[in-house]
C-alpha cells in the first residue's frame, strides 16, 4: 500500500502560495532536481488557482508511488475539488501548465474526479525505500509552512536566478557565434581556394559522399525508431494481453457460471490465442532491449553444472514426444566462466527449445567441452536440418525456415540468443545438413569480455 507522504486543503487565496511552497519542499525531500522543482511548483500553483476560482478549492495529496514497469518512482499530486468541474473536464487557464509536468489528467478515484499530476524520480536520486518514505512524511508532518511573503521572496529569487542563467547562456551564445561566424569566414576561403582549383575533378566524389552519409543517417534513424516502435509496442500490448489471459482463465474456472462445450472451447481458443501473442510480445521487448543496448550483463564466476542441472529439470517437461529424448550431458570439471549466468541460461533455454520443437524423433542433446581458453556448448539435434543457403537467413529478425511455421514460433528467438552471445564476449554459430540434424554452438571466452 502506497501511503501519502503530505495531505493539506486549499479553501482561500493564501492556501496557493502555501500549496506551491509545500509542493517545491515535497519535491526537494523525494530528490528532484531544482529546475523540476520549481516546474513542478508552478504547475501546482496554477493548477491550485483554477480550481479555487472555478470550484472554491480541493484536497490536495502529494504520493511517492512506483512505476510498475521499472520500479523508479513518480511523484504524484492529486487535488480533489470540493466542488463539481463543469462537464467533469478540467482545462488549465494556462498552456503552458502541461508542459511543465510529466502527465497532467482528470481521474476518476472512489466516484470523485480528481485532477493527478505526476514528475518523475530521476535515477541519480536517493532510492525511496518504505524507511526512508516513512522519514520524510514524519519531517513533512513536523515543518510548519512559510508565509506568503517568504514565498514571494522565493519566487523572486528563483527568477533572478533564471534571469542570470539566461543572461549568462545569451553570452555565450553571442561569443560562441562570434567564433562560429570567424570560422565560417576562414572555412568559406578556404572552400573557394579549393573549389576553383579541384571542382572538376572531385564534384563527382563529393556527391557520392554527401549520397552516403545521407544513406548512413537514414539507416541509423531508421534502426532507431524500429527499436522505439519495437518496445514501446511490446509495452503498451502487454498488460492488454494478460488481462485478456486473466480473464478467460476466470471465464473457464469452475467457481464461475458453468459455460458450455461451445463456450468452453472458444474461451480456451482465446486463451491460446491471448498467451501466444504475449510470447510474442515479450520476445518483441526482449529483442528491442537488447538492440538499443539496455542489457548490461552482470558478471560473475559461473559454474555450467548447475546450469544443466536447472535446464535438464525444466525442459523435460516439453520433451512432449515419446519419440524424443532430451539429453544434457554433464559438463567436465571444473566447468567454470567468467559470464552472466542468467543470460547464459537463457540462451541455452532457448536453443534446447528450438530443438525440442523441431525434432519429430530422436534426441536433443547439449554438451560442452573446454578448448584451450574457451569453452564450447554445443546443442545438437536430429532433426530435418537446414540448408546451407539459410544458416545466415535463420539469425535474421522473424525469418522462418520454410515449413517449420506449422509447429509455431516468431523468428526472433535466434535473433535474441546471438545479441545476448555476442554481450557475452562470444560467438553463436549453426552446422547442419538437411536430412542429418543441426548443432548450434556457442563459444565463450573463460575469462569473460
Known amino acids: 500500500m502506497t501511503w501519502p507522504l503530505l495531505q493539506m486543503g486549499l479553501r482561500v487565496e493564501h492556501d496557493i502560495f502555501v500549496v506551491r511552497q509545500r509542493g517545491r519542499e515535497v519535491a526537494a525531500a523525494v530528490g528532484l532536481e531544482h529546475q523540476d522543482q520549481v516546474r513542478v511548483a508552478t504547475a501546482l500553483s496554477e493548477v491550485a488557482r483554477d480550481l479555487l476560482r472555478a470550484v472554491g478549492g480541493a484536497d490536495v495529496t502529494f504520493t511517492a508511488v512506483p512505476d510498475a514497469v521499472d520500479g523508479r518512482h513518480h511523484l504524484r499530486i492529486e487535488l480533489a475539488p470540493v466542488g463539481q468541474l463543469p462537464g467533469g473536464r478540467y482545462e488549465p487557464q494556462s498552456g503552458a501548465v502541461a508542459r511543465l509536468v510529466d502527465t497532467l489528467d482528470v481521474v476518476a478515484r472512489e466516484g470523485d474526479t480528481v485532477v493527478r499530476m505526476s514528475r518523475r524520480v530521476p535515477v541519480t536520486a536517493v ?260 540448408a546451407p543457403e539459410l544458416h545466415d537467413r535463420i539469425f535474421e529478425e522473424f525469418y522462418q525456415v520454410p515449413g517449420a511455421t506449422r509447429v509455431g514460433g516468431t523468428g526472433l528467438g535466434l535473433p535474441y540468443a546471438r545479441r545476448l552471445v555476442t554481450l557475452l564476449g562470444g560467438t553463436l554459430e549453426v552446422t547442419s545438413t538437411p536430412g542429418a540434424g543441426s548443432t548450434f554452438t556457442v563459444s565463450l571466452p573463460v575469462g569473460g569480455v
Open 127 to 386: 532510492a525511496l525505500t518504505p524507511e526512508h518514505l516513512a522519514e520524510l512524511r514524519a519531517d513533512l508532518a513536523r515543518s510548519a509552512p512559510g508565509s506568503a511573503l517568504d514565498e514571494l521572496a522565493a519566487q523572486n529569487e528563483q527568477l533572478i536566478a533564471a534571469l542570470d542563467e539566461v543572461r549568462t547562456q545569451r553570452d555565450e551564445l553571442a561569443v560562441l557565434n562570434e567564433e562560429l561566424a570567424e570560422t565560417n569566414r576562414g572555412v568559406m576561403a578556404l572552400y573557394n581556394q579549393l573549389t576553383e582549383e579541384l571542382e572538376e575533378t572531385n564534384r563527382g566524389v563529393v556527391a557520392l559522399y554527401g549520397e552516403l552519409d545521407e544513406k548512413s543517417a537514414q539507416l541509423r534513424a531508421a534502426s532507431e525508431s524500429k527499436s522505439r516502435f519495437l518496445a514501446n509496442v511490446s509495452h503498451e500490448l502487454r498488460a492488454p494481453v494478460t488481462a485478456i489471459i486473466g480473464l478467460a482463465r476466470l471465464l473457464a474456472d469452475s467457481a464461475s457460471d458453468p459455460l458450455t462445450a461451445e463456450q468452453a472451447r472458444q474461451v480456451g481458443l482465446i486463451r491460446s490465442s491471448a498467451a501466444d501473442l504475449l510470447a510474442l510480445v515479450n520476445e518483441l521487448l526482449d529483442l528491442a532491449k537488447a538492440e538499443s543496448g539496455r542489457i548490461e550483463p552482470d558478471w560473475a564466476e559461473v559454474d555450467l553444472r548447475p546450469i544443466f542441472g536447472q535446464l535438464r529439470g525444466t525442459l523435460r517437461a516439453l520433451a512432449t514426444r515419446p519419440q524424443v529424448e532430451l539429453v544434457v550431458e554433464e559438463p567436465p570439471a571444473p566447468a567454470i566462466l567468467r559470464s552472466d549466468a542468467v543470460l547464459l541460461a537463457q540462451v541455452l533455454r532457448n536453443l534446447l527449445h528450438n530443438g525440442l520443437k523441431f525434432t519429430e524423433r530422436g534426441e536433443v542433446r547439449l554438451r560442452a567441452r573446454r578448448a584451450d581458453d574457451r569453452w564450447l556448448l554445443q546443442v545438437s539435434d536430429t532433426g530435418q536440418g537446414i
